[in-house]
């Protein structure tokens, strides 16, 4: 197993900073700041829209709400400018403004392959789940005439099957994402289509 950008930290943030968080005005600045690909931009988005979602669905407070959001949010924002360093920029950011630890670690470790740090929280699992995700069922929404429109996971999963579509998308992170998180591809798919930011 290689760890290209291999983060080889084992604590991220501090206990210290538990509860601190960005603000919504905070946040999107910084993304205006650091990121001038706009698709980009959509596709941090839509994963912190998935994991708000994901978080209301599982009835948490409101705090822990936006601290998912917030990890879906910014978990690439360094990924514009500084792509050798994605994503340690960020991390070092975050960590500077004193931010709290589980955003951090949740960033820390959504591609365990690339960054050697596993996901270990339910909000870890599920930012490496929704990352990969999104994107797929993004590109395939595109591919398709009625967009989102009437869009079944067996469609999603058919186009999985189908190598040479949205190649870049590892289909082995898919499945090893699904089952560190303990839940199927299907119904990670099914959450993703029901609940995508579509613009
Ligand atoms: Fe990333
Ligand atoms: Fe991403």
Request: aromatic fraction near 10%; proline fraction near 3%; hydrophobic fraction near 40%.
């Amino acid at each position: 197993m290689e760890f290209s950008h291999a983060l080889n930290r084992k604590e991220f943030g501090s206990e210290e900073n538990l509860g601190n968080v960005l603000n919504d005005a905070e946040s999107m600045s910084l993304l205006t700041d650091w990121v001038k690909n706009e698709k980009l931009v959509f596709h941090m988005k839509q994963v912190g829209h998935l994991m708000k979602a994901y978080a209301i669905f599982k009835g948490y407070d409101a705090e822990t709400q936006h601290m998912w959001y917030l990890s879906g949010l910014l978990h690439d924002a360094d990924w514009d400018q500084w792509p050798d360093h994605h994503c340690r920029k960020i991390i070092e950011e975050l960590e500077a403004r004193k931010i709290d630890p589980r955003i951090i670690k949740a960033i820390a470790s959504h591609g365990p392959r690339y960054f050697g740090v596993d996901p270990t929280t339910e909000m870890d699992k599920m930012l490496y789940a929704f990352d990969e995700l999104s994107g797929f069922v993004h590109a395939y929404s595109i591919m398709r005439p009625q967009g989102y429109e009437e869009m079944e996971v067996k469609g999603v999963k058919k186009r999985l099957k189908d190598k040479a579509f949205a190649a870049q998308v590892s289909r082995e992170d898919i499945a090893d994402a699904s089952e560190r998180a303990g839940i199927s591809v299907d119904e990670l798919i099914e959450f993703v289509v029901k609940n995508q930011l579509r613009k």
